[in-house]
């Protein structure tokens, strides 16, 4: 089996923190106008219940948000219950 | 000075034309994208698409073929977030896009581990981490698990609605020493303590260190409920784990 030498691989652990930590501060920035869990084609990925879900027009595929991203979008959040709703991964 | 085509894989050139806006990072990325071999090309091209199937198979064929596994991180598992981190800023994609690609980078990175424990390279620490019993919302706990592995800890993630029990089981089974808990509502955040009332339940509460966070949780809350630390963002919880392995 290859090896690694240790502070090359950390090179790379550095860089790969740095380019995380960019993506980090750029989805809290993102998450106070658009909701976290929306993907890039407007379909909710959340497994809680949420006002501006709506079931997707073809079965299997995710929900859609209905969400406008003009008004906080927390308050629709289902907040009772533990029972996820089945969706699958982006 | 490389060419667009000089990129034989077409996602990437797709890619690179339609996202990489800004002229200095389209040329910075055509050269390291034109530099690296058409293998790992591919691997960044499904790191892009956050194909984690993909990526795990492209990744355990480039070891096979004997590529060294510094260059399948550089050339394929980095140069493909790369990609994504600019999509990402430029609001092109959002966040469960990036997890899907941080996932898909995991599947790559499972098979360099082997080669790190064979060099003497250890995890920087073993985290559990789950949304406590209840809870549902899991993006701020999976945005800390994206950070942590990142950062080389190994982390096993126990999902969202986790049970007192599940992370004792997790911490029998996998020997790791810190929990991350995180809530995001009120009505649950109390399940942390209860959590670590079980903990001290099972006489198990010596072996591990809490750290908590989520919105609604606060510095004063986490030291209430007994929690060793708080993390307020996914980038200070890299900290706080570190620091909290170093201590058992």
Request: overall charge negative; charged content about 30%; proline content about 4%.
């Amino acid at each position: 089996m290859q090896t690694v030498d240790p502070a090359q691989f950390q090179k790379r652990i550095d860089r790969i923190t740095r380019m995380f930590e960019k993506m980090i501060e750029h989805a809290d920035e993102q998450s106070l106008v658009r909701c976290p869990y929306k993907n890039r084609f407007d379909q909710c990925t959340a497994q809680f219940g949420c006002r501006y879900r709506r079931p997707a027009n073809q079965a299997g595929a995710l929900p859609i948000c209905t969400s406008d991203d003009k008004l906080d979008y927390r308050p629709a959040w289902e907040m009772d219950g533990a029972t996820p709703v089945q969706v699958q991964k982006p | 000075m490389a060419d667009i085509n000089d990129i034989a894989n077409e996602s990437i050139r797709k890619e690179i034309e339609e996202f990489v806006e800004r002229p200095e990072e389209k040329g910075e990325m055509i050269a390291v994208m034109a530099r690296a071999r058409p293998s790992m090309q591919d691997i960044g091209a499904a790191i892009i698409q956050g194909h984690h199937e993909t990526v795990d198979k492209l990744t355990e064929a480039a070891l096979a073929e004997g590529i060294d596994a510094l260059e399948i991180m550089d050339d394929g598992l980095i140069n493909g977030m790369g990609i994504v981190g600019i999509k990402f800023r430029d609001n092109f994609i959002f966040v469960p896009e990036v997890l899907a690609c941080a996932r898909a980078m995991k599947a790559g990175m499972k098979h360099i581990e082997p080669i790190l424990s064979a060099s003497g390279i250890e995890p920087v620490g073993r985290v559990i981490m789950g949304t406590v019993k209840g809870d549902l919302h899991d993006i701020g706990k999976n945005l800390c698990i994206m950070m942590l592995r990142g950062a080389g800890f190994e982390v096993f993630d126990l999902g969202v609605d986790t049970s007192a029990d599940k992370f004792i089981d997790a911490v029998e089974e996998h020997g790791a020493n810190v929990i991350g808990m995180s809530a995001l509502l009120t009505t649950t955040m109390p399940n942390m303590g209860r959590t670590i009332e079980a903990f001290i339940d099972a006489d198990l509460r010596d072996d591990v260190q809490f750290m908590v966070g989520g919105a609604p949780v606060t510095p004063e809350f986490a030291d209430d409920m007994g929690a060793d630390a708080y993390g307020e963002t996914a980038v200070e919880c890299v900290e706080v784990a570190k620091r909290l392995s170093v201590k058992k």
